[in-house]
Antibody, heavy 116, light 113 residues
Framework: EVQLAESGGGLVQPGGSLRLSCVAS????????MSWARQAPGKGLEWVAS????????HYVDSVKGRFTISRDNAKSSLSLQMNSLRAEDTAVYYC?????????WGQGTPVAVSS | DVVLTQSPLSLPVTLGQPASISCRSS???????????LHWFQQRPGQSPRRLIY???TRDSGVPDRFSGSGSGTDFTLKISRVEADDVGVYYC??????????FGQGTKVEIK
């Protein structure tokens, strides 16, 4: 069974940093693109970033370019999202997802709140 | 970027009655490889999204056959043949053809009358 478990969310002040992690099980991580998506309170779904199977290719939504970094460790079956210079508008539940031309499997999400 | 427009945004339905959600794309979602990466997701209250339908019309494992997807090019539809109480939630279409970025529709809230 495919499982994705996110962690690392929390409350952070504007301008602060946070690192999210996602541990994958039930499949071979190195065979798949992986992505992060988010959902602001009461809002819809928004893609945030994606990373290729080997970690060489990455893509980001414009609003996080230069602030967020997606990375992976296939040996540890893990995915990360380093978030710097956080803003109030980054407040959301963050999901990691296995990317099969779109998010085929989602984790349970980890909440991030950016507030002073 | 591709824009996906769902309608309606709110859908009150009587139990046992059918429901239909439209998703229109600002450009064709046919990939150069011939596939169409238009998917449908269900998000029940308080839960993570779950994929129901991928590549327009293929149901994911465990998805009841009362859910069906259809369409081509720029116009797509999700149908629920007989709505059950368990179907309450928000439904999103999403395209993976023209990426980055992935794009989602605004979501359609299905509720029981």
């Amino acid at each position: 069974e495919v499982q994705l478990a996110e962690s690392g969310g929390g409350l952070v002040q504007p301008g602060g940093s946070l690192r999210l992690s996602c541990v994958a099980s039930g499949f071979t991580l190195s065979y798949h693109w992986m992505s992060w998506a988010r959902q602001a309170p009461g809002k819809g779904l928004e893609w945030v970033a994606s990373i290729s199977e080997d970690g060489i290719e990455t893509h980001y939504v414009d609003s996080v370019k230069g602030r967020f970094t997606i990375s992976r460790d296939n040996a540890k079956s893990s995915l990360s999202l380093q978030m710097n210079s956080l803003r109030a508008e980054d407040t959301a539940v963050y999901y990691c997802a296995r990317d099969d031309w779109g998010p085929a499997y989602w984790g349970q999400g980890t909440p991030v709140a950016v507030s002073s | 970027d591709v824009v996906l427009t769902q309608s309606p945004l709110s859908l009150p339905v009587t139990l046992g009655q059918p429901a239909s959600i439209s998703c229109r794309s600002s450009q064709s979602l046919v990939h150069s490889n011939g596939n169409t990466y238009l998917h449908w997701f269900q998000q029940r209250p308080g839960q993570s999204p779950r994929r129901l339908i991928y590549q327009v019309s293929t149901r994911d494992s465990g998805v009841p056959d009362r859910f069906s997807g259809s369409g081509s090019g720029t116009d797509f539809t999700l149908k629920i043949s007989r709505v059950e109480a368990d179907d309450v939630g928000v439904y999103y279409c999403m395209q993976g053809t023209h990426r980055p970025p992935w794009t989602f529709g605004q979501g359609t809230k299905v509720e029981i009358k």
